[in-house]
């Protein structure tokens, strides 16, 4: 066993306790002092994977914007058990990627879409997004408060927003693809489903997405739509794996 590989089995095995324990009070005291965040980031490439996992569970806790393309990469690991913990991860980051009342004041913009409460979202993250102009994921909370209220416009530029502020938001993207998808922009629905997928391979629900428009790119070109034929442009957009 290699130095890299001593190295990984005691990071699983000095942190898997404190995890299995729920102690996050020590857990991040632990890492402050033994495992720094880029002790963590550089544990994300190593062969042992239960050490790429608890990477990714400490880095939901202590990550930052700027690790998010290096989590973003094990979204195309062939383990699927790892894709979750990364997916988890980005999220938790995206999610605390302000300060401590900005992440306060989203959370609670949240819970007011979870209970259906749409314009209050919005009034709520206008607020927010004033304060912090450049919280990526408060306009992609706004982008979805609006969509489920019907301003799919307003929508449709949150989710782009969001995209320039963070080009790695699958989920921003596929927001997107739902609402060009929702106003009859089929061929930028499928452009933008397309886009999420080579972020995060594993989405299956846009592949369900992408199969309906493209029937209805179909069925508008069977009835002789002029800007789509024979040729048209869902074509170059077939159902795969990547």
């Known amino acids: 066993m290699d130095q890299a590989d001593h190295r990984s089995a005691d990071f699983v095995k000095q942190l898997t306790p404190l995890i299995e324990q729920h102690d996050t009070e020590s857990l991040l005291a632990w890492l402050d002092r033994y495992w720094p965040r880029e002790s963590l980031l550089d544990m994300l490439s190593s062969d042992n994977g239960d050490a790429v996992k608890i990477a990714l569970v400490c880095l939901a806790f202590v990550g930052r914007m700027p690790d998010s393309p290096r989590v973003a990469r094990l979204l195309y690991s062939p383990d699927s058990a790892t894709i979750a913990y990364a997916e988890h991860t980005l999220w938790s980051i995206w999610f605390c990627s302000g300060n401590e009342a900005q992440n306060a004041g989203l959370m ?35 982008a979805i408060a609006c969509f489920l209220a019907g301003e799919y416009e307003r929508a449709t530029e949150d989710c782009r927003q969001a995209l320039r ?10 927001g997107l693809g739902h609402c060009y998808a929702t106003c009859k922009r089929l061929l930028d629905a499928m452009g933008a489903y397309r886009a999420a997928l080579a972020i995060h391979p594993r989405l299956e629900g846009l592949r369900q997405s992408i199969q309906c ?12 739509d002029p800007l789509l034929t024979s040729e048209s442009t869902f074509d170059a957009y077939p159902l795969s794996e990547s």
Do not use: S, W
């Not at 259906?116 to 990526?136: S, T, V």
């Not at 428009?213 to 002789?224: F, I, T």
């Open 108 to 142: 609670q913009a949240v819970g007011l879409i979870a209970h259906d409460r749409f314009e209050d979202a919005i009034e709520a993250l206008d607020a927010l997004i004033a304060k912090a102009p450049c919280f990526a994921e408060a306009y992609n909370q706004r």
């Open 165 to 174: 502020l963070n080009p790695l938001h699958f989920g921003a993207m596929a």
């Open 213 to 224: 428009v493209r029937e209805c790119l179909r069925r508008d070109a069977d009835q002789g």
